[in-house]
């Protein structure tokens, strides 16, 4: 999962954050796995614990050893929570604060909610008395719903790039490889299929491997529909164009990935395809409430796929559930009242996660280290901050010169002289190359910030072969 939301953020930034982001997740599983490991399983799932949080195994002191893989597939969960708020703070954010941010959310926030959810001690898993359960098998909510509204809140705190918005209208900001992120795209459908599959914890009892069958074979319909909804959407004009749009392809997609997480185990097949149209429409409708009418700039729209495909997913398990849902049930009472409980622990967690995260974005701000330097944001923050360009100038040229091929020839920088050497033939194929590429040439060097390049030598290498007759071979 990491590696693909890595591609993804990496190709929906420009290039003069790339470093950047790409730092910022591998420190999501560098930090995740300390925080999470000293008190987020704690916090979690340890003993004991009350219906709102657990207050045991610190450090992992006194845990089973069955227990080791259970905190390894928590922890991912963790830090795909925190990676989703990288991606919609992405290109102005303070490198700090995204370590305090990333620590807060895998060592506090994602476990509350987790034991809420998931221990059978939480109040959401035990119902409070009211004879219900949680349904979210692989954490639409608790995931998803976490991450996404985290994002909402440290994109809301931050503020928009500069130049996303002009008098009140947004502006297209590109990233600067489109391939990097569907690449991204790709890996992150393939990790869906162990994060939502590998949620039944086992496979070797009766009944594993057609869980895990089933949750695999309804997250590859709901991706699908998703993605296909959302195209047509985009193809239509729904959304202000008439484009065939890859980035609205593939989050359209990943949103059906994420609203079929709560009920991947429990749903048919065809109600996957229903709640994967529903995700897509949903990643539609909410990509531009948050741009248009919230005025949220949010790079990689993780919002709306997170939190708006995690929302829909946690509704839906309860009307589409095999058993005991509002279609299978008939529209019984206990149905509807599943239904309730379900949307009441979406809110539940919601709102947990958005009083800290705004808080802590809040403080953060107020302190003065929640955003760079405008200078700092406009020239991009991979030299100044890391010293690090993902694509640094001095890597391209080859050191020849176009406009003189006659110049590409070997000199003896030791006599003076520019001649060729005995023996040596023009039309020989070993020195073509010799007379094609030039040994010094102008490149534009791009502007650090907007307005066409100023056309300058900024390469130049006299004398590129240093050996008087050493002739360029092919």
């Known amino acids: 999962m990491q590696a693909g939301f890595a591609f993804l953020e990496a190709g929906s930034v420009r290039s003069k954050n790339t470093t950047n982001i790409l730092l910022k997740n591998i420190l ?3 930090i995740g796995a300390i925080s999470y490991w000293a008190v987020g399983y704690a916090f979690a799932f340890g003993t004991p614990s009350n219906l709102f949080i657990g207050h045991g195994h610190f450090f992992l002191e006194g845990i089973e050893g069955s227990q080791y893989a259970h905190w390894f597939f928590h922890f991912v969960f963790a830090a795909t929570a925190s990676t989703i708020v990288s991606g919609a703070m992405a290109e102005r954010t303070e490198f700090s604060a995204y370590l305090v941010y990333c620590a807060v959310l895998t060592g506090v926030v994602y476990p509350v909610a987790a034991h809420w959810a998931w221990d059978p001690k939480g109040w959401l898993f035990t119902g409070a008395g009211t004879g219900l359960t949680y349904q979210d098998f692989a954490g639409s909510g608790v995931v998803h719903i976490v991450g996404g509204i985290a994002a909402l809140a440290g994109a809301s705190v931050v503020g928009p790039r500069i130049g996303r918005f002009q008098h009140g209208k947004p502006v297209q900001i590109s990233g600067h490889t489109v391939p990097l992120a569907a690449l991204g795209a790709f890996i992150l459908f393939f990790g869906f299929l162990a994060f939502n599959g590998g949620s039944q914890g086992a496979i070797s009892n009766p009944g594993d491997g057609v869980i895990v069958a089933l949750a695999i074979t309804n997250t590859v319909i709901s991706g699908s529909s998703a993605g296909l909804i959302a195209m047509v959407i985009k193809r239509v004009g729904l ?5 065939w749009s890859l980035l609205t392809t593939l989050n359209g997609a990943l949103t059906g990935m994420v609203a079929i997480c709560a009920g991947c185990n429990n749903v048919y097949p065809w109600a996957a395809c229903i709640i994967g149209v529903v995700a897509g429409v949903a990643y539609c409708g909410w990509s ?15 919002v709306a796929v997170h939190f708006g495909g995690g929302f829909w997913g946690v509704i839906a398990v309860p009307i589409f559930a095999t058993e005991g849902g509002i279609i299978t049930s008939g529209g019984s009472v206990m149905a509807f009242k599943g239904l309730g409980w379900n949307i009441l622990g ?16 809040g403080f953060l701000r107020l302190a003065g280290v929640l955003r760079v330097e405008p200078e ?16 640094p100038q001095e890597s391209y040229g080859h050191g020849w010169v176009v406009e003189a091929p006659e110049d590409n020839l070997p000199k003896c920088r030791a006599k003076g002289i520019n001649e ?5 033939n023009q039309g020989d194929p ?4 010799a007379m094609t590429h030039p040994a010094s040439m102008a490149i534009p060097r791009p502007s ?6 100023p056309t300058e030598l900024v390469y130049d290498n006299e004398g590129y072969l240093p050996e008087p007759v050493h002739n360029t071979r092919l």
């Not at 531009?288 to 993780?302: F, G």
């Not at 979406?346 to 974005?361: E, R």
């Not at 060729?420 to 040596?424: A, I």
């Open 28 to 30: 999501d599983v560098c």
């Open 239 to 243: 959304l202000g164009d008439l484009h």
């Open 288 to 302: 531009q409430l948050i741009l248009k009418v919230m005025k949220v700039d949010d790079p990689l729209d993780a």
């Open 346 to 361: 979406a809110v539940a967690i919601a709102v947990w996660t958005g009083v800290i995260t705004t808080t802590m974005f």
């Open 376 to 391: 700092i944001e406009e020239k991009g923050l991979d030299i100044p901050k890391h010293g690090e360009p993902a694509y």
């Open 420 to 424: 060729s050497p005995p023996g040596y």
């Open 430 to 433: 070993s020195n073509m190359l």
């Open 448 to 453: 650090v910030v907007t307005g066409p390049p």
